[in-house]
T-cell receptor
Framework: SAVISQKPSRDICQRGTSLTIQCQVDSQVTMMFWYRQQPGQSLTLIATANQGSEATYESGFVIDKFPISRPNLTFSTLTVSNMSPEDSSIYLC???????????FGPGTRLTVL | KQEVTQIPAALSVPEGENLVLNCSFTDSAIYNLQWFRQDPGKGLTSLLLIQSSQREQTSGRLNASLDKSSGRSTLYIAASQPGDSATYLCAVPNSGGSNYKLTFGKGTLLTVNP
């Protein structure tokens, strides 16, 4: 298994500002992902965070809006840029354990944009 | 494109009852299926992972089954307790070859009444 922490756990932000969310894993992992969960909805994959190269974004998500860094195999950041109220969501990072493809999730960051 | 459906959307049962949650998926060529639990405003906790070659997996009072050919999985919870109250999500890898990118159902909100 993997133990994942996220910072901040929650934040309230003003429209037009940006927030950077940190994800720390207790072991080196190759596969790391960022998901969004909008109010009352299930999880949607934003991107795969690749170590040493640019993130791979899913349809509907772009780097300018959600820049991602992955400086090493235990850490990643997701920035939500130029926020609007529609960005209010829980943002979660996850990792996949290569042995059996089981995925583990962080506790999430609850973002409210006013 | 993989789609995941969970039935029922919500379930309320008295303590001690056995119950079944259902999950169906459209693309049966899956690598595995994972069940998660999510408490309100929190991240996801992995409950069970079933590989495509397996028919079922058990952990304590939880038993998950998988029927790939019919695109279905069930999560059986025995002797339910109030602490089991949460949203239960199933997830399968996306269609198109990636075994790591997950598609989630919308979840079943379970309430176990004392």
């Amino acid at each position: 298994s993997a133990v994942i922490s996220q910072k901040p756990s929650r934040d309230i932000c003003q429209r037009g500002t940006s927030l950077t969310i940190q994800c720390q894993v207790d072991s080196q992992v190759t596969m790391m992902f960022w998901y969004r969960q909008q109010p009352g909805q299930s999880l949607t994959l934003i991107a795969t965070a690749n170590q040493g190269s640019e993130a791979t974004y899913e349809s509907g998500f772009v780097i300018d809006k959600f820049p991602i860094s992955r400086p090493n195999l235990t850490f990643s950041t997701l920035t939500v840029s130029n926020m609007s109220p529609e960005d209010s969501s829980i943002y979660l990072c996850s990792v996949a354990v290569a042995a059996n493809n089981e995925q583990f999730f962080g506790p999430g960051t609850r973002l409210t944009v006013l | 494109k993989q789609e995941v459906t969970q039935i029922p959307a919500a379930l309320s049962v008295p303590e001690g009852e056995n119950l079944v949650l259902n999950c169906s998926f459209t693309d049966s060529a899956i690598y595995n299926l994972q069940w998660f639990r999510q408490d309100p405003g929190k991240g996801l906790t992995s409950l069970l992972l079933i590989q495509s070659s397996q028919r079922e997996q058990t952990s304590g009072r939880l038993n998950a089954s998988l029927d790939k050919s019919s695109g279905r999985s069930t999560l059986y919870i025995a002797a339910s307790q109030p602490g089991d109250s949460a949203t239960y999500l199933c997830a399968v890898p996306n269609s198109g070859g990636s075994n790591y990118k997950l598609t989630f159902g919308k979840g079943t909100l379970l309430t176990v009444n004392p």
